[in-house]
């Protein structure tokens, strides 16, 4: 019966980290980025960190009511549009 519950332990764990497939996250583009932070499109890198801040500390995850995947998109969000 042990040798049972080991080898079903093992396959578990082999389909947990090997054959699992995470969800794709669906890329953002360069619009829904201005429109997630309430940017213009001429608005500069500091328009865009200061709207990120102000964004971010309101939905950070520690705060009571805080969301991650509302700070995750917002950094993506903060990402895309400083490289450009």
Known sequence: MAKFLLL??????????FLRRPAAKPPI????????LGVSASADADTIRAAHRRLVSAVHPDRDGGSPELARRINAARDLLLKR
Request: no cysteine.
């Open 29 to 36: 583009d360069e619009q829904e980025a201005r429109a997630i």
């Open 8 to 17: 079903a332990a093992l396959l578990a764990a082999g389909w947990y980290f």
